[in-house]
Structures are given as C-alpha cells and as structure tokens.
C-alpha cells in the first residue's frame, strides 16, 4: 500500500492530474522519487497521441508549441518556474546567498525570461520535428527529464542554504535508487514499444519492432539526461553551492529540451527512420 500512496503523491507532486496528494508528504514523495521516471512516461502519453493524431490536420510548426501547451497545463507549470528563478541566479552577480536571494524573488528578471524563452522555444520547435516517432519522442523526453532530477538527487551531496524543498530528495534518495528506476523505466519502455506495435497490428496488419531502435531510445533516455544534469549540477554548486528546488525545476526543463534534439538529430541523419 505505501508505494501506491507514494506513486499518488509523486504523480499530484509532478502533475496537475487531480488524484490527490496527502498534506506534509514531501518526504514521502522524495522516499519515492524512483518512480519520478514511470510518472513521465504517463505524463507524456496524452500529448503524445494528441501531437500524433494533430500531424493529419495541421502543419508541423503548430503542433510543436501545441504539445508544449499539453505538458505545461498538465504539469501546472512547476518546473518552469524553477527554470525562471534559476536563470535569475545564474545570470546575478555576487555571492552565493546574493544569488539565492535573487532566485527567490518573486519577480522575473531578464535572465530567467530570456533563458526561459530559449529552452521553450527550442522545446517546441523540437516537437514539431519528430515526425512519426512523436509519441514516443514525447514519453522519453518526459522519462529522460525525470530521471535527471532523479540522478542528480541520487548523486549530489549538497543543497543550497536555506533550501527546504530540495533538502529531502538530496537526504533521502540514494544511488540504487537511480539504478532502480533506470531498470524498471526501461523494461516499461520495452513493454510500451510492443504494445503499441501490437495495436497497429491489429488495426492496421502492420508489424514493426525493431531492437535496434529499442536500444536507439534507451541511448537517448541515458545521453540526454544524465550529460546535461551533470553539467547544470555543477553550475549550482558553483554558484549556490548546493542544490535548490528551482535547480531541480531547471534540470528537468532544460534535459527535456536536450533530449529532443538529439531526437531530432537522429531522424535528420536517418538513424531513427521507418
């Protein structure tokens, strides 16, 4: 029963998704952010198919600000705003705590608009490009920004002062939990493969399954989160000297955005192709 209650909580923590979230559980949700990844691959289906079904009715650069438009609304914004505030300290002047002031502030400066504006902007330009992979291409973007809080959670030993929301992922999430979540992400990502190549069997008499590309999308999942995630760590502990709440938000934006280019850089060379 406690990792149903767990998966409730992380899924209300991570999405607007009305299926309740029990008051003073952060622990609880940072106990379970294994399951961080699995909540991203539920997160990203129905944009997903959404983006999929919209590629017959409207051009390529419409559906790609569309999809983005789906996942904020049903992740109520929450990281985006961590990405804002992140820029606002990244982009400030003076000491740790000056920067964390300036990331706590309740106003939006120019360095979180314009680095908000870049990773958005590119995200959804991303999306219009993934043609007939998009439905997967928008569950392992949502898995691989997942598993790079998750990593960094698992690895980083620090937070910024004054730091309560990132405080219990960073204490309580442990390594095998990031190895844990990798093992069980994938074996759903096989299982989600099959299954919707069984549908498009059925439906259809058409059947395609590919190892190789199986293999192609647990390389991005891995590539596109653990490398960026690594390297925005190392910018906070550089100029927070920690991890914050709003540096967990910016990690999951900004693999979001990584790991749809290098999508987009596989179907453009034809490594991705039908």
């Not at 405080?167 to 096989?190: A, D, G, N, W």
């Not at 549908?199 to 008499?205: A, H, K, T, V």
Request: proline fraction near 3%.
């Amino acid at each position: 029963m406690k990792i149903f209650k767990g998966f409730r909580n992380t899924l209300a923590f991570l999405s607007k998704i009305p299926v309740g979230m029990d008051i003073e559980s952060m622990d609880d949700i940072a106990k379970h952010m294994w399951l961080f990844p699995i909540v991203g691959i539920l997160i990203g289906i129905i944009p997903g198919i959404i983006g999929f079904i919209l590629q017959f009715f409207l051009p390529k650069l419409l559906i790609g600000p569309l999809i983005l438009g789906l996942i904020l609304l049903l992740t109520g914004l929450h990281h985006t705003d961590g990405l804002l505030d992140f820029g606002d300290g990244i982009m400030a002047h003076g000491t740790p705590e000056k920067k964390l002031e300036i990331m706590h502030d309740v106003n939006t400066g120019t360095g979180g608009i314009v680095l908000g504006l870049v990773i958005l902007l590119i995200t959804a330009v991303s999306y219009s490009y993934l043609d007939i992979f998009i439905i997967f291409g928008v569950i392992i973007a949502e898995i691989s920004a997942k598993l790079a809080m998750l990593e960094v959670a698992s690895f980083s030993k620090t937070t910024a002062e004054g730091s309560k929301m990132a405080e219990p992922f960073v204490k309580l999430t442990k390594p095998y939990h990031f190895f844990l979540s990798l093992i069980i992400t994938i074996i759903l990502l096989f299982l989600l493969n099959y299954g919707i190549r069984l549908m498009i069997y059925f439906l259809w008499g058409i059947w395609y399954f590919s190892y190789f590309e199986f293999l192609i999308q647990s390389f991005i999942i891995l590539v596109g989160s653990c490398i960026p995630s690594l390297f925005i760590y190392g910018i906070a502990k550089r100029n927070f000297k920690g991890m914050s709440g709003d540096t967990f938000g910016a990690i999951n934006e900004i693999c979001r955005m990584s790991t749809l280019i290098l999508l987009v850089i596989l179907i453009q060379v034809r490594i991705l192709v039908y």
